[in-house]
Structures are given as C-alpha cells and as structure tokens.
C-alpha cells in the first residue's frame, strides 16, 4: 500500500462521528476537576506558607514579651525566610502553569519541571515538616505527660507518613519524571 | 477578561467543530474506553483553560491540535483517582460502528498505536496532511529532525502494509 492511500483511508473519518458527547456532563466535570485542583494546591500552599509566618510571628512574640534571648531571633528569621521562599516559587509556578506551551518540547520540558517541583516538594514537605513535626509533637508529650503510648503512636503515624510520601514519589513522580525525559530524548533524537 | 460563560460557548464551539481531531489522538494514544474517557477529559480541561490565551494569531485549528497533541503526548493513566462515578463523557457504540467500516483504517490505527509516543505523534501529524515546516514548529524541532524521523515512519509503515498483502494472497 502506498503512502497517499494510507492518507485517503485516514481521511474517510474526518466525517464520520466517532463517538457522541456528553455535553452537559462535559462543562460540569471541567469546572469540578479545575477547582478541585485549585482546591488543595490553595490548601497547600497556604497551610505552609501561613504555618512558617506563624511560627515567626510566635517567635519574635514570645521572645519579644518574654524577654527571652536574642538568639530566639534566628529560627524566627528563618521561618520567614521560608515563607517568602514559598511565596517567591508559588508565584513562579503559576507563572510557568500559565505560559502555554508553544511545542511539544516546551510542553514535555514543563511537564518535566512540574513534576520535578512536585518530587521537590515531596521531599521539603518530608524532610522539614513531618519528620521535624512529629519529633517535636513527641517531646512535647514526652516532656508533658511521659505517656509513652502517645509518642509510639505519634512515631508510627510519623512513619506512615513518611513511608506514604516516599512510596508516592517512587510509584508515581519519579518513574513520570522519567518517562516523560525519555519521551524528550526520543524527541530530540534524529 | 473572558466570562465564564463566554468561554464555555466558545469551548463547546471549538469541541463540536473539532472533535474529530480531538478523537483520532484520543483513539491512538488511549486503548481502553475508560482510558479514552480520560484522556478526552484531560484534553478537554486543557483546551478550557487555554482559551483565555488564545489571541487569535494561530488558525483556531492549529491552536486545538497543538493543545490536543502535547496532552496527549504527556497523559499517563493517572486520572484514574479523580474518576468521578458519573456518565461516560464518550459513548462506546459509535467508536465501533465507525471502526467496522473500514479494515484499513482499524490496521493503521493499529499500526500508530505500536509506534513509540513521539512517531505516533508524527504520524498523526503527516496523516492529517501538515507540511514538515508545521510540524518542526508544533513539536519544537528542527525541520531535518522531522524529515528524517518521516522518512523512517514512512518506510516502516509501507514495509508494513507489504507484510499484510503477503500474508492476504
């Protein structure tokens, strides 16, 4: 067979209706996908953007009425530096969310950021907060009540966590990450 | 800025005019109807949210083609959590009516579904009659890079198409 018939024998479905639409369901399900989305990066963003202001707000409080020593400063400096680093890569994430990707390289090359800054953020959320969380969660109960069930509990919630998070990373964004370089590799490739 | 309901009508007008186009990715890049559903869904979400980018400088065409073709290209079959439990957006009946039309047709479908994600894209594009220039343009690479990769698509599927004629007499 040659090419040009391969051509026509394509060409015959332009006409013909392969499927029929739902158009109804169709707008509904764009909406609801979209804002669910939105939804808990919103969330996300703001439960850890707001949570590393806090915590500087409550440092330079306590350390402010307290008469507490200067040094309390650091880790209240800290917390915010995190907060604007936070800021800062939300905003240039929605940015590059928004920049519509001209070609197929543009689009596998943001396919590829987007899921190297989950798998980042995977990560930051694992090292900086559930691990630090949990630990400090524990000593204050250990320090408050020596209830050593609540902390074996805290230590195996902790773990689950932190195996959810590490168990996500491996069977779903390092192994897209991946398939979506070699994609950009056979691309590139002549 | 675009209202809300503004864009859905143009939406709808952009998927009832192309939705043939729409299809023949979602049929080579997604097997299972289920799957197909998701992959339309996927595409259908990112052509809503390109249209307040649409400035007009590209054919309305060349606009859905490019958003078509780079979600597909990157759609994995992770949409399978956010499934909903509502109606199928697709209905299966007409894929098969059509596809019981031609044999032909059903070979080379099959022949674009054995192909690496890139050459299919390729292929789909060459099918539907876009010059190397288009096509180095919708897929970011150089026009020798197209025409090399073209040549080899081509050659195979003739190579192919031969094999099936032998096998018939």
């Given at each position: 067979?040659?090419?040009?018939?391969?051509?026509?024998?394509?060409?015959?479905?332009?006409?013909?209706p392969m499927y029929a639409i739902n158009e109804n369901t169709l707008i509904q399900m764009i909406r609801s996908r979209i804002s669910k989305s939105n939804f808990f990066l919103k969330l996300y963003d703001v439960a850890m953007i707001g949570s590393s202001f806090f915590v500087a707000i409550l440092l330079i409080g306590d350390?402010?009425?307290?008469?507490?020593?200067?040094?309390?400063?650091?880790?209240?400096?800290?917390a915010i530096i995190l907060g604007i680093y936070m800021l800062v890569e939300r905003s240039r994430r929605k940015r590059k969310e928004q920049a519509f990707s001209q070609s197929l390289l543009d689009s596998l090359d943001q396919a590829i950021w987007s899921t190297a800054y989950l798998i980042r953020k995977a990560e930051t959320i694992m090292l900086w907060y559930v691990l630090p969380l949990f630990g400090a969660l524990a000593i204050s109960v250990w320090l408050m009540s020596e209830k050593i069930w609540v902390v074996i509990c805290l230590a195996i919630v902790a773990l689950f966590s932190y195996f959810g998070i590490l168990w996500e990373l491996k069977r779903w964004h390092r192994p897209r990450k991946k398939a979506l370089i070699h994609l950009k590799t056979i691309l590139m490739q002549e | 800025m675009m209202q809300k309901a503004e864009q859905d009508n143009l939406f709808l007008n952009w998927i009832n005019g192309y939705k043939n186009l729409i299809f023949k990715f979602v049929r080579a890049y997604a097997f299972e109807l289920e799957d197909q559903d998701d992959l339309f869904q996927e595409i259908c979400i990112q052509l809503w949210r390109s249209i307040p980018?649409?400035?007009?400088?590209?054919a309305v065409s060349t606009w859905i083609y490019r958003v078509t073709l780079n979600t597909s290209v990157a759609w994995t079959r992770k949409e399978k959590k956010y499934r909903e439990g509502k109606a199928p957006l697709l209905e299966a009946?007409?894929?098969?009516?059509?596809?019981?039309?031609?044999?032909?047709?059903?070979?080379?479908?099959?022949?674009?579904?054995?192909?690496?994600?890139?050459?299919?894209?390729?292929?789909?594009?060459?099918?539907?009659?876009?010059?190397?220039?288009?096509?180095?343009?919708?897929?970011?690479?150089?026009?020798?890079?197209?025409?090399?990769?073209?040549?080899?698509?081509?050659?195979?599927?003739?190579?192919?198409?031969?094999?099936?004629?032998s096998d018939e007499v």
């Open positions: 067979m040659k090419f040009d018939e391969m051509k026509k024998i394509w060409d015959k479905q332009n006409n013909e350390t402010w009425f307290h008469d507490e020593s200067p040094i309390q400063y650091i880790p209240a400096g800290v | 980018g649409y400035r007009g400088e590209s009946h007409t894929i098969q009516k059509a596809s019981d039309q031609d044999d032909r047709l059903d070979w080379l479908y099959k022949q674009v579904i054995e192909m690496d994600k890139i050459d299919r894209a390729l292929t789909l594009l060459l099918l539907d009659g876009f010059s190397y220039k288009e096509m180095s343009s919708m897929l970011g690479i150089s026009e020798s890079n197209v025409g090399v990769k073209i040549s080899r698509i081509k050659k195979k599927l003739i190579e192919k198409s031969k094999e099936i004629i």
